[in-house]
């Protein structure tokens, strides 16, 4: 079954996210209140529920706590409404992943503190990106490569599962790497913290199921990797 | 005679030396943007400020010979200085040749005199020029029958104008504001006559033991109409009296005039001033950025250039922008960036690498665009866009990267809901100044690894992951190529994870030339 994805208002911003979403192959619903954004999102092939989340009971009736929803989008155009739901959502719902959009920097703490995962600050974003350009073009274009387009090069996340052969083995010893062709980034492992381990920091970690390993590679080179963890 | 004048202004013209040394002369005198005037300026600022200095030592002591012996240096310097401009004002020898050349091709006999005319004329102008006025007045006083005009000494002061930059603007204010000061002037004299008139009819004939003369009059009403007042000469009688009232009334409307015209007028020049100030240090900069519109986008750029020591320049055609950029003593210009006017002012085309139109206005980008590309086919242009039909028309006007904002914030929300671990890694290499970071590092020509195997170098023993390398023959990016197949070539771009402090080891290393050790 596909993963669903809600998006709260369908703001110019939203346009985007949804149309990168769904090539991504998620399911996503548009949430508005006005008519006049939700036959826009119609037309686009979206599928579309009319309400507003100011109230608790609208919210309710979206059945968030449903598995099968992935993330819940905040993009309204208006920063208190985008506090208020934000807030409301996370208030009802402990466990989703909420993510609301900022227009400055000096709002992304107030929405951090309602209760949003991740901002995204579609300014901020676009300058970084500039500013990379200026400053190293030829790894943004790596990059861009490696995540953007159709190459073949991926990354993967591969959370190594209970009982694997390679649980308790130390990074040193997992010859896979190499034999697979693959680039290990580093790794994060939830036991300890949520912070990203880089490979690179010398540190011969010891595998423990739970763990997740996050890869470069050619899709081909990746897909046999993978099954090598997966094997019991 | 004729011919002799022909021949010299050809040898002249023909003469590398000759013009090599009038250049040198130029840049010493006359060029703003040269050093060597900057410290020639500075000689001659102290050698005018000795010599007074001299006058008020003299005054009281006696003369001593080595101090008479320095005026004298310092003479024959000025007389230098005076000859060589008038040297460098203009060109004697083109008119010569010019006119020469005329009658040449007009199959006419050649005439020396107009010529010669022409050339008296553009070296009497110069002669005539205030400035040259100046410096011959400064010259005058040490010629010895002339010592009496030994205040004349002061107008070496003046010549100080000469050397200093800013204090030229503030002759400017007197010549823009002429108009004001006509006004001032005409009112100052009629109250200055109509009072000392008054008072020297009423109190002239004797009644006032303090004047004698009319112009005893005309002193007491210009020290009453300035408020200064010393009252070593006061009214006796009651007209008298009644003048002096009207006139300090009068005195002080003249002199809040007076003020408040200097005042508006020398604030506006201070702005052009401080501009003039940013602009010639854009100018001296090298391999910059000019950053179009210092809004959200423009800010977080400029604090990413600036932590990473990049030098740029904001342009911005609001003010609030501009005080802001200030406060973080950015180097910032507020003008219009879509006038090419004004974009080559701040050194578009002088030592830019990068120009960002960054305005939230797609055809106020646009604009941008084109100019630069205008002036500049090689410069590096990077624009935002608002929507995907704006970013066909401005990759089509020139830029080389376009930033769709929704777009890239739409791929980066996407990419974080699929795979965060590894979105929250990426972002890390790419933004954080501490932890991991991702670097280019080059083959250079002289490397000790050139046309060796990769394996040569130990990435695993620097604590280093290698993502892949730009080959210098295709520039295309080649994935994690294996190590014991692939053979660097010069140019080569490694690209690699790791510490800073990794990335700075190995970088050290393959800087290291042949037959080296570390």
């Known amino acids: 079954m596909k993963e669903s994805i809600i998006i709260y208002s369908f703001s110019s911003i939203a346009e985007q996210i949804a149309q990168t979403l769904q090539k991504k192959n998620y399911h996503v619903i548009i949430v508005d209140p006005e008519e006049d954004s939700l036959h826009k999102a119609k037309k686009l092939g979206y599928e579309t529920k009319r309400a507003s989340l100011m109230k608790d009971e609208n919210i309710k009736k979206l059945n968030l706590n449903d598995k099968s929803i992935k993330a819940f989008f905040c993009l309204s155009d208006n920063k208190n409404i985008n506090l208020f739901v934000t807030l409301s959502v996370r208030n009802l719902i402990k466990d989703i992943k909420i993510i609301t959009v900022s227009f400055s920097q000096d709002d992304n703490k107030t929405i951090l503190l309602a209760g949003a995962d991740k901002i995204i600050n579609p300014y901020e974003i676009g300058a970084l990106r500039i500013f990379r350009l200026l400053h190293k073009p030829y790894i943004l274009d790596m990059l861009d490569n490696i995540l953007f387009s159709e190459s073949n090069i991926e990354v993967e996340e591969i959370t190594i599962p209970k009982d694997s052969i390679y649980d308790g083995v130390f990074l040193s010893e997992l010859s896979i790497i190499e034999d697979c062709n693959v680039i290990l980034l580093g790794l994060q492992d939830k036991e300890i913290s949520d912070n990203f381990i880089f490979y690179s920091k010398g540190i011969d970690h010891k595998l423990d199921a739970g763990d997740t390993l996050v890869v470069l590679g050619e899709s081909h080179h990746l897909q046999h990797f993978k099954e090598l963890i997966f094997k019991i | ?518």
């Open chain 2, 1 to 518: 005679m004729k011919k002799l004048l022909i021949n010299l202004a050809y040898t002249l013209e023909s003469s590398k030396r000759y013009y090599k040394i009038k250049h040198f002369f130029f840049e010493v005198l006359e060029d703003e943007n040269s050093k060597k005037r900057k410290y020639f300026d500075i000689f001659m600022i102290f050698l005018v400020l000795s010599t007074v200095a001299i006058l008020i030592y003299e005054v009281n002591n006696p003369l001593l010979p080595w101090l008479d012996n320095y005026e004298t240096f310092a003479i024959i310097v000025f007389i230098i200085e005076w000859l060589s401009r008038l040297w460098v004002s203009s060109h004697a020898r083109k008119h010569i040749i010019e006119d020469y050349e005329k009658s040449q091709l007009l199959a006419k006999p050649y005439e020396i005199l107009p010529s010669l005319k022409k050339i008296a004329k553009e070296k009497f102008s110069f002669i005539f020029s205030p400035m040259s006025i100046i410096d011959l007045l400064a010259i005058l006083p040490y010629y010895r029958p002339l010592r009496i005009l030994r205040i004349l000494m002061l107008f070496r002061l003046f010549k100080i104008l000469r050397y200093t930059n800013s204090i030229k603007q503030f002759r400017y204010v007197f010549i823009e504001k002429r108009f004001e000061f006509l006004t001032l002037g005409i009112l100052f004299l009629m109250a200055i006559t109509f009072g000392s008139t008054i008072i020297y009819i009423y109190e002239g004939a004797g009644l006032n033991p303090n004047i004698h003369s009319f112009f005893d009059a005309v002193y007491w009403s210009v020290i009453t109409i300035s408020t200064v007042g010393f009252g070593d000469i006061s009214p006796v009688t009651l007209q008298g009296r009644v003048a002096t009232l009207f006139l300090v009334i009068g005195g002080m409307a003249v002199i809040a005039f007076f003020t408040s015209i200097v005042t508006t007028s020398l604030h506006e020049k201070m702005e052009i001033i401080k501009e003039d100030k940013i602009i010639t240090e854009a100018n001296s900069l090298e391999n910059f950025t000019i950053i179009c519109g210092y809004g959200r986008m423009g800010q977080v750029i400029a604090e990413e250039l600036f932590n990473i020591k990049q030098e740029f320049i904001i342009i911005d055609n609001k003010q609030e922008n501009i005080s802001l950029a200030t406060s973080n003593k950015y180097l910032c210009v507020l003008g219009d960036a879509t006038d090419p006017a004004f974009l080559l002012k701040v050194g578009l085309v002088k030592g830019a690498k990068n120009i960002l139109a960054l305005t939230q206005e797609d055809s106020v980008n646009l604009s941008i665009i084109l100019t630069a590309r205008a002036h500049i086919p090689n410069i590096n242009i990077i624009a935002r866009a608002n929507n995907n039909e704006a970013k066909e028309k401005l990759k089509l006007a020139g830029a080389n990267h376009v930033i769709l904002t929704n777009e890239t914030a739409g791929i980066v929300a996407a990419e974080y809901i699929g795979q965060p671990v590894a979105f929250n890694a990426i972002d890390d290499i790419l933004l954080s100044s501490e932890g991991a970071l991702i670097d280019e590092i080059e083959i250079l020509e002289d490397s000790k690894y050139k046309n060796s195997l990769l394996t040569k170098i130990d990435f695993s023993n620097y604590n280093l992951t290698l993502l892949g390398i730009i080959e210098s023959k295709n520039k295309k990016f080649l994935f994690n190529p294996k190590k014991d197949q692939y053979i660097l070539q010069k140019n080569d771009i490694l690209i690699v994870i790791g510490y800073k402090e990794s990335i700075i080891e190995l970088k050290i290393d393959l800087l290291a030339k042949k037959g080296e050790h570390k």
